[in-house]
């Protein structure tokens, strides 16, 4: 399926390095460092499954205690999850390790780790690779590539964005990495993200944006409907921008929320782009709603359907299955209202079938990518949720995953 092409998402004022340390076999890369020249604001996002990562509750902590952060450590490969006392001993260590050969407080330091749950994490591989790490840090394409690439787990493609723009005459750089093909579904989508600008804004300003930009992009994906215990996504701002600084509710703000929501949609989109055997990339549109909430229970009621996703993987023109599952998303709505498209073909039309041909809906069906529009006629509310189709490559990488 056709990939967004990634964007060298280096920012100044931050450097980046990836190399394989040995939790992957084969050498393939599975530990990434990101540094920040100074000090930086940060915020984040985390995952609502109640069983965590230490590398979780240690980034919570750490982000609670200081508010800022130089550096993000990251292994691939192993989850650092349900793994007992030990778990959060090796976070200790490890980004005791990174601040000594940084020489920046420990505090400072964050940690995230995605891969097996349940095994435990050989810390001695990552200690013994940090010096290298280190040493390999750098702010060039190759440098930011290597960090992209050292994050993924069944991932078939890297994914990077960057984005810049002109306020008052200072130029504002947005880049970010993100890793996630498989157990993606809000809250957060299971997936690492880090996200990184040159912009001066305060912290409080800085995590609302951050969770306004997630809600409309990676709390809008879903692949599987699992969400993982390590799901996280970190933005630092590093002030290199110079810039006067961003506060809520100003023009400033608004900029600077509309290129970060567009980068994480980007971001976003790549990650459904890459779900696990797909091979339709879907976007399903409510509109006419009487409020979010009720546009967003549908819209992720469709997506989510595992009936609507096999049927759109065999392109099978049984539209009753998107109805269907609009009924079944928990939400008052008037059924005799509703118009359903599909990739503009009018499939339903005040709740009633318009006799589209199904040599029409078939070919429809056929294309790599697909938009299901349902119109409630009762608002002007609306959402959107992007997800895959469910195929038997799915299954096969699942039933496989540890094997």
Known sequence: MKQLKNQNPSVPGFKAAGLSCGIKDNYIKDLALIVSEVSA??????????????????????????GSCRA????????????????LKDCDEITKKVAEELNIPQKEVFIASTGIIGVPLPSEKILKATPKLVKQLGSAAKNWGDASDAILTTDLVSKSDRIS???????????????GSGMIHPKMATMLGFLFTDAVIDT???????????????????????NSTNDCVIILANGKAKNST???????????????????????????????????FVTVRV????????????????????????????????????????????????????????????????????????????????????????????GKEWEEVLTCDLSYDYVKINAEYTT
């Not at 109640?50 to 902590?61: G, Q």
């Not at 450590?73 to 007992?84: E, K, L």
């Not at 549908?298 to 989510?304: D, E, L």
Request: with cysteine.
């Open 246 to 280: 961003i506060r809520i509710g100003t023009p400033a703000y608004r900029e600077f929320l509309k290129t970060l929501t567009k980068l994480c949609k980007n971001l976003a989109s790549k990650i459904v782009l890459d779900g696990e055997g797909a091979s339709k």
């Open 287 to 378: 509109q006419g709603g009487k409020t979010r909430s009720q546009a967003y229970r549908i819209a992720n009621s469709v997506a989510t359907s595992s009936l609507v996703k096999t049927a759109l993987f065999g392109e099978d023109p049984n539209w009753g299955r998107i109805f269907c599952a609009v009924g079944n998303a928990g939400t008052p709505f008037n059924p005799d209202k509703v118009d359903i498209f599909l990739n503009k073909n009018l499939l339903l039309k005040n709740g009633s079938p318009t006799n589209l041909s199904t040599k029409k809906l078939e070919k429809a069906m056929k294309k790599h990518e697909i938009d299901i529009t349902i119109d409630l006629k009762c």
């Open 204 to 226: 409080k300003t800085l995590k609302i944006a951050l969770k306004e930009a997630t809600d409309r992009s990676f709390n809008r994906i879903t692949v599987d409907g699992d």
């Open 72 to 87: 993000v450590i990251v292994n691939s490969g192993n989850a650092n999850a349900v793994s007992g006392s030990k778990g």
């Open 165 to 179: 723009y002109t306020f008052k005459n200072h130029r504002i750089v947005i880049g970010g990495i993100t890793k």
């Open 41 to 66: 604001n940060a915020a984040a996002v985390f995952t609502k499954n109640r069983v965590v990562s230490p590398s979780v509750i240690w980034s919570r902590r750490a982000l609670a205690k200081s």
